[in-house]
Structure formats: structure tokens, C-alpha cells
């Protein structure tokens, strides 16, 4: 019989003390962001949006970055997190598989974002800047941010994505215990709410009207700067110490993955746990790499590779990278995190480079899933999280078929505690599929004909 335990740990002392910076490996560098009119935006163009110390990690392309101490202090209330063996998912699904998950979910705020909330609030602070503001679209960002605001002392304010506000009425009362400011998106607060609340009066909103709100407000005042959770460089770095983490832990039980896996909704955790295993394929090794998302917004499956704002206003400069159009508004489904029109540039980058796979699924299926990992292990996973499971699942099954052992490492991103009426949802019947129809799709990326190519 295994002696392997059921959670790998590592002391606080092995938690990494640098992030991996994916830029040093590239074999073809990242497309530079852009103005409309194709030139390459400078760090000044930035500069009232982001702290400069910021901007230089997001342009860095220095290998290894110090985690500062007060940093990696702060991160110490939860980290290392625990790597498990899902021995109990192995037997209900007959595998020769071993299946291992990284555990994000034991984070104050439930996921793996405090991982950069705290290292942006941070590095604001540092800068001098009193006051962050941010979008968010299930809460799980702005939750962990407001909490990170409050442990470095600044403030907080949230836009928050109207459908989420109205279906998650808990989320935003945690953001109000860690002392934040959360208000739906579209608001009257800014011009490009009051615009959009004018057109279309019952809009459900959409990451991307909130990030214009939130970036609106942050231009006009000096001691304000913008927060993103996901999508930009330096926000998949400081994610790598997941990944960076669980190959240690992975090395102590003997073990490397030949599969990696996890959902994308703007690719923050699918880069944290991957990118220190691209950085092994990149120099050799062999190992296939997933990222899953749903089959209602299928970015890097079905949206092309285009220069694309970020938000709906185009306040941003614009991202190489996947994109069903920054005016997507994404059906209501209920994997809130996973419905952002675009794709990081960095993962959009290595899937362009053919280093990653990727795959949509459908919502049915994903909650299945959720409700078996939930009976096996006993955790229930956010609704986002149920994406990684159901591709863990898929792989776990061939594995069977094929009779082979292989080793899949999965992110477990974050816990549904507070995605429950998703659930009650799903058990009651009301949750179907809905894949995206090719029209609405079309229509979206109308909007990007005047958008210069990625070279
Ligand atoms: C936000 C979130 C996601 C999706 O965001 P990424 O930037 O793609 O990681 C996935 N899972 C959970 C639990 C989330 O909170």
C-alpha cells in the first residue's frame, strides 16, 4: 500500500520567495500592447492607471522577481497551501490516474486571487497611492482585494457586475467587512455607466463596463490608481508561486504531471499553476498542458487572436489575445469569474505558440462534476473551479480506457461557499447548456474591424 499522505504541505519556510516570470522563456517574445492607431504604448501611457513599480513588472522580463517580505508575510496566513491526492475521486471514477489538486480555496477570501491582490495593494501603497479601484464580476476579486486593501492599509472601492451583485448578495457584505466600497456596475457614478444605464437600462453588465467604470474614476484623482485581477503580466506572475509550490510538493511525493490543468476566465490561476511546468516544456520536458472554459464564453477556443481593449470604453490600451469583442455582453451563466470577453496575452501567447491546449465545456456537465468531487472529497468547488474538474474527469476516464497511469495536476482555484443558488439552481433542473451562437459571436467581433493586426 501508499504511504503517500493525503496533503502534501510545506512548511512556511519552503514557500517560494520569488514569482517565475514566463517572459524570460518565451521563444517568440509577447506582442507589445497598442494605441489604435498600431504604435506600441510606452510605461508613461500607463502611468495614471498603474504605479510605475507595477508597470515595470508587467514590462519586466527578468526570469526571477523578489516576493518583499511584508508581502510574503502576509501571504504566510494561508500559504503554502495544501496539495492533495484525490484518492476518493480516483476510486468513484475507476482510474489508474492519480489526481492531484492544489487548493486555493483555503485563502480568507476562498481563491486563489488574494495571491496578487495583496502584492497590488502592496505595491501601490508602496507608491504612495491611498485609494484602489477595481471591477469584479462573482465577488471573488473584489473580496480578495478589499481584504488586501484593509490588511496594507488603503482603501477600496468595487464595481461590481449588476448580475453578480443581485445573485450574490454575500459576496458583497464581505467586501464591506474588509471596510470596501461595492456598488453595481453600470452606476450613475461614471460617465460611461450613465451612458450604457441609457441604452440599455436593464443590462446585466459586464466585466468589461465595469473595469471602464472603475479605470474612469481611478484618471481622476492623483492619489488613485486601477487594480486588475487578471489578464496583465505581472498578475499571472505573482499567481506562479501555485505552480511554483505544487512541483515542490509533487517532488516529495517523486512525482512530475503529464497533465496540468486548469479553468480560464481571464487566465490568472490556469497561468499560476502552469507556467513553471511551460517553462520545463519550453526546455524539453513533456508534459500537455489545459486550459478549460465554458462553452458560453468560449475565448481561446472560439474567439480569434486580435489586438482587443480590455474594457468596454477602450480605456485600455489595446491586448494582444483572444477576444470575443470588449462589448460581449456573456449569457448569465452562473461561473461568474469565467466570463470576460478576452484571454491574458500571455496565455493567449503560448497557445499561439502551441504550447497549451484548450477546451469549452458545457454548464451541465461542470456541475456534475462539481457534485462528484463534492461526494469524493468533500469540498464543494466554485462554479469556475467545476471547469478544471470536468476536463480532470474527462482525462481521468481516457486514462481508464487507455489503461494508463498518468499523473494529472489540477487547481482547485477556489471554494463555492458563496456560489450556492448556482447549485440550488443545477439540483432543482433550472440550469441548462448554452453554447454560443455563431451569430452573437459575429456581431461582437464586428466592433474590432478598425483594430490594427497582431503582427
Ligand atoms: C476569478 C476566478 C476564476 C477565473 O479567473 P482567472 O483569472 O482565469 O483565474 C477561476 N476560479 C475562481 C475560484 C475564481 O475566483
Redesign the pocket.
Known amino acids: 500500500m501508499s504511504t503517500e499522505p493525503t496533503k502534501i504541505l510545506l512548511t512556511e519556510d519552503e514557500m517560494p520567495r520569488q514569482w517565475y516570470n514566463i517572459q524570460a522563456d518565451l521563444p517568440v517574445p509577447l506582442p507589445p500592447p497598442v494605441g489604435m492607431n498600431g504604435v506600441p504604448i510606452g510605461p508613461d501611457d500607463l502611468a495614471r492607471v498603474f504605479p510605475m513599480n507595477l508597470i515595470e513588472q508587467e514590462m519586466s522580463t527578468e526570469r526571477w522577481i523578489d516576493i518583499p517580505d511584508e508581502i510574503q508575510g502576509i501571504l504566510k496566513l494561508w500559504r503554502p497551501s495544501p496539495l492533495y491526492r484525490a484518492r476518493r475521486l480516483e476510486a468513484a471514477l475507476g482510474t489508474p490516474a492519480k489526481i492531484y489538486y492544489k487548493n486555493?480555496?483555503v485563502s480568507p477570501a476562498?481563491?486563489?486571487?488574494p495571491n496578487t491582490a495583496v502584492a497590488q495593494a502592496w505595491y501601490n501603497k508602496q507608491f504612495g497611492i491611498k485609494y484602489l479601484t477595481t471591477e469584479t464580476?462573482?465577488g471573488?476579486?473584489g473580496s480578495?482585494l478589499a481584504m488586501s486593501c484593509k490588511l496594507v492599509g488603503i482603501e477600496c472601492k468595487v464595481f461590481m457586475v449588476r448580475i453578480s451583485f443581485d445573485q450574490k448578495p454575500f459576496r458583497k457584505i464581505m467586501m464591506k467587512t474588509w471596510g470596501a466600497d461595492c456598488i453595481p456596475s453600470p452606476s450613475m457614478e461614471t460617465a460611461v455607466g450613465r451612458k450604457i444605464l441609457s441604452e440599455m437600462p436593464d443590462t446585466p453588465g459586464s466585466l468589461a463596463i465595469a473595469i471602464s467604470e472603475a479605470i474612469e474614476q481611478a484618471v481622476e484623482r492623483e492619489d488613485t490608481r486601477y487594480a486588475l485581477?487578471?489578464?496583465l503580466n505581472h498578475?499571472m506572475m505573482h499567481?506562479t508561486i501555485i505552480g511554483l509550490e505544487a512541483k515542490k510538493q509533487l517532488e516529495k511525493v517523486g512525482r512530475y504531471p503529464d497533465v496540468v490543468i486548469?479553468?480560464?476566465?481571464?487566465?490568472?490561476?490556469?497561468?499560476?499553476i502552469s507556467f513553471p511546468f511551460i517553462c520545463d516544456k519550453i526546455h524539453g520536458k513533456e508534459v500537455r498542458i489545459i486550459a478549460t472554459e465554458p462553452e458560453a464564453c468560449p475565448t481561446l477556443t472560439r474567439g480569434p487572436y486580435v489586438y482587443d481593449a480590455g474594457d468596454v470604453a477602450k480605456m485600455t490600451p489595446l491586448l494582444p489575445m483572444h477576444s470575443l469583442g470588449h462589448g460581449f455582453i456573456p449569457p448569465a451563466i452562473h461561473?461568474?469569474?469565467?466570463r470576460?470577453h478576452g484571454m491574458?496575452p500571455l496565455?493567449s501567447h503560448v497557445r499561439q505558440l502551441g504550447l497549451i491546449e484548450a477546451n469549452s465545456l458545457p454548464q451541465t456537465e461542470c456541475y456534475e462534476a462539481a457534485l462528484l468531487f463534492a461526494h469524493t472529497e468533500g469540498f464543494i468547488?466554485?462554479?469556475?473551479?467545476s471547469?478544471?474538474i470536468a476536463e480532470t474527469i474527462r482525462e481521468a476516464k481516457k486514462a481508464k480506457e487507455e489503461g494508463k497511469e498518468k499523473v494529472i495536476l489540477m487547481?482547485w482555484?477556489?471554494?463555492?461557499l458563496m456560489d450556492l443558488q448556482g447549485y440550488d439552481a443545477f439540483m432543482s433542473g433550472k440550469i441548462s447548456d448554452y453554447p454560443l451562437p455563431e451569430e452573437m459571436l459575429q456581431r461582437s467581433l464586428d466592433a474590432l474591424k478598425d483594430h490594427p493586426p497582431v503582427a
Open positions: 486555493e480555496g476562498g481563491s486563489h486571487k464580476g462573482a471573488q476579486w480578495a485581477g487578471s489578464v498578475v499567481q486548469g479553468c480560464a476566465g481571464g487566465g490568472s490561476n490556469f497561468a499560476g461561473a461568474g469569474g469565467l470576460y491574458a496565455v468547488p466554485a462554479p469556475e473551479t471547469h478544471a487547481n482555484s477556489g471554494h463555492g
